[in-house]
C-alpha cells in the first residue's frame, strides 16, 4: 500500500505543476482571439452617417433678404426633397460679399445647392462648383454656363450684377428643372 500512495502522489504531482501552464497558455490563446476580433472588427467598422436634418429656409431667407442688395431665390422643390442649409454670410472665396446659400437632399441622396452673390470672379465660381470646367455632355442652356468638376454639375449665370450657381450631383435634366424651379423671393415670404 505504500507504494500505492507513492504513486498516486507522483501522479498529482506532476498534474499540480502543469496547471499554472495551462491557464496561462489558455488566458494566452483568449488574447490572441480578442485581438483578431478587435482587428477585424476595427477594419470593418463603419460609422453611420448622420440624419439628415432638415431647416425652413423661409425665415433665413426673410432675413437675408432684408439686408442683400439683390433678389433673392428659392426653389419650389418636389416632393421628397428638403432643405439641409440656408445661410447668408461670406466665404472664403467672396471678398468678404454676403452668399446666400440654401442646400437641399432629395431621393437618392441626391443634393443641390443654390447659390447667390454679388461675387463674380473666378474663384468665387470655383470654389462653389468645385472647380468645375465647362461641361461637354450638358444640353444647351442658354444663359447658363454648364461647368462639371468632381462628380458635381452647375450652371452659372450672372446677370444684373448677380451670380446666380445651381449646383449638386443630379444629372443635367433634372438639375435644370431644378434651376427653372427658382422663384423671386417675395417680400411677405416664401419657403421651398
Given at each position: 500500500?505504500?507504494?500505492?500512495?507513492?504513486?498516486?502522489?507522483?501522479?498529482?504531482?506532476?498534474?499540480?505543476?502543469?496547471?499554472?501552464?495551462?491557464?496561462?497558455?489558455?488566458?494566452?490563446?483568449?488574447?490572441?482571439?480578442?485581438?483578431?476580433?478587435?482587428?477585424?472588427?476595427?477594419?470593418?467598422?463603419?460609422?453611420?452617417?448622420?440624419?439628415?436634418?432638415?431647416?425652413?429656409?423661409?425665415?433665413?431667407?426673410?432675413?437675408?433678404?432684408?439686408?442683400?442688395?439683390?433678389?433673392?431665390?428659392?426653389?419650389?422643390?418636389?416632393?421628397?426633397?428638403?432643405?439641409?442649409?440656408?445661410?447668408?454670410?461670406?466665404?472664403?472665396?467672396?471678398?468678404?460679399?454676403?452668399?446666400?446659400?440654401?442646400?437641399?437632399?432629395?431621393?437618392?441622396d441626391q443634393y443641390v445647392a443654390v447659390v447667390?452673390?454679388?461675387?463674380?470672379?473666378?474663384?468665387?465660381?470655383?470654389?462653389?462648383?468645385?472647380?468645375?470646367?465647362?461641361?461637354?455632355?450638358?444640353?444647351?442652356?442658354?444663359?447658363?454656363?454648364?461647368?462639371?468638376?468632381?462628380?458635381?454639375?452647375?450652371?452659372?449665370?450672372?446677370?444684373?450684377?448677380?451670380?446666380?450657381?445651381?449646383?449638386?450631383?443630379?444629372?443635367?435634366?433634372?438639375?435644370?428643372?431644378?434651376?427653372?424651379s427658382l422663384r423671386p423671393l417675395s417680400q411677405?415670404?416664401?419657403?421651398?
Open positions: 500500500m505504500g507504494q500505492h500512495r507513492g504513486v498516486t502522489e507522483s501522479r498529482t504531482e506532476p498534474a499540480k505543476r502543469q496547471l499554472p501552464k495551462t491557464v496561462r497558455d489558455m488566458a494566452l490563446s483568449m488574447g490572441i482571439v480578442a485581438g483578431i476580433i478587435f482587428l477585424v472588427l476595427l477594419l470593418t467598422w463603419r460609422p453611420q452617417p448622420d440624419p439628415v436634418r432638415a431647416v425652413d429656409p423661409g425665415p433665413a431667407a426673410q432675413t437675408a433678404q432684408i439686408v442683400a442688395d439683390f433678389p433673392l431665390v428659392l426653389p419650389r422643390v418636389p416632393a421628397g426633397w428638403q432643405a439641409t442649409s440656408a445661410r447668408f454670410e461670406p466665404t472664403e472665396e467672396s471678398d468678404e460679399l454676403p452668399v446666400w446659400f440654401t442646400g437641399w437632399v432629395g431621393p437618392g447667390q452673390s454679388e461675387n463674380d470672379t473666378e474663384s468665387f465660381i470655383e470654389e462653389q462648383t468645385l472647380d468645375g470646367l465647362p461641361a461637354e455632355d450638358a444640353p444647351p442652356t442658354p444663359g447658363w454656363q454648364p461647368l462639371t468638376g468632381n462628380d458635381q454639375r452647375s450652371l452659372v449665370r450672372t446677370a444684373g450684377g448677380v451670380t446666380t450657381i445651381v449646383t449638386g450631383t443630379l444629372p443635367w435634366p433634372e438639375l435644370i428643372a431644378f434651376r427653372d411677405k415670404g416664401a419657403s421651398g
